[in-house]
């Protein structure tokens, strides 16, 4: 009774790895796949083992130094679930999606940085003929109502006082 329980603890401590579950072969202390598949992880080796081969997974491991053997190994599951997704591209087909997404964000950031400018370009304008007017003028009032066909003005006037005017000039338009 001793012997087996002590033979029932050790079959417990040593559960079979992923690979060899799947596998259905004995897994030992010497099992090269069971520090990369644990036995909880047996979706991992299943994608591996579809897309590589079990054989091939093993000689792969084996042509990688073991200190880079986990990197290896992550690559090689990371490769299956994209292959696994996109058959023919695999990882390059996200890779291409993800450069495409880039220049499209470019053009739109160099889209928007030319609407800045021309803002500022308008902006500088608007300000340029406030103070010009008002000076001209030897009145506060910048806007008139009545003689702008502006649409981003109409409707809106007011008076400005020196103090505004001189608010410009502290922050200069870059």
């Known amino acids: 009774m ?15 790895c992923a690979a060899c579950r799947m596998l259905r072969r004995r897994c030992d202390s010497k099992c090269l ?9 047996v979706h991992k080796f299943l994608g591996v083992h579809r897309v590589f081969g079990a054989s091939n997974v093993i000689k792969m491991i ?3 130094e073991e200190t880079k053997r986990e990197d290896a190994v992550k690559a090689m599951v990371y490769e299956a679930k994209a292959r696994l997704r996109d058959p023919v591209y695999g990882s390059t087909g996200a ?3 993800l450069q495409k997404m880039i ?7 160099e ?11 308008q902006k500088e304008h608007y300000l340029f003929m406030m103070v010009h007017n008002n000076h001209n003028n ?7 109502e009545n003689n702008s066909n502006d649409p981003i003005f109409q409707g809106y006037y007011r008076t400005l006082s020196s ?10 338009v870059q």
């Open 2 to 16: 001793d012997i087996h329980g002590e033979v029932a603890k050790a079959a417990r401590r040593h559960q079979p």
């Open 33 to 41: 796949l069971a520090p990369f598949f644990p036995p909880e992880d």
């Open 62 to 64: 084996q042509v990688v």
């Open 95 to 97: 890779i291409l999606q």
């Open 103 to 109: 220049e499209e964000l470019k053009q739109q950031l």
């Open 111 to 121: 889209s928007i940085r030319s609407r800045v400018f021309e803002l500022q370009q």
């Open 138 to 144: 030897n009145t506060n009032t910048t806007y008139d």
């Open 163 to 172: 103090s505004d005017l001189m608010a410009y000039d502290e922050f200069p």
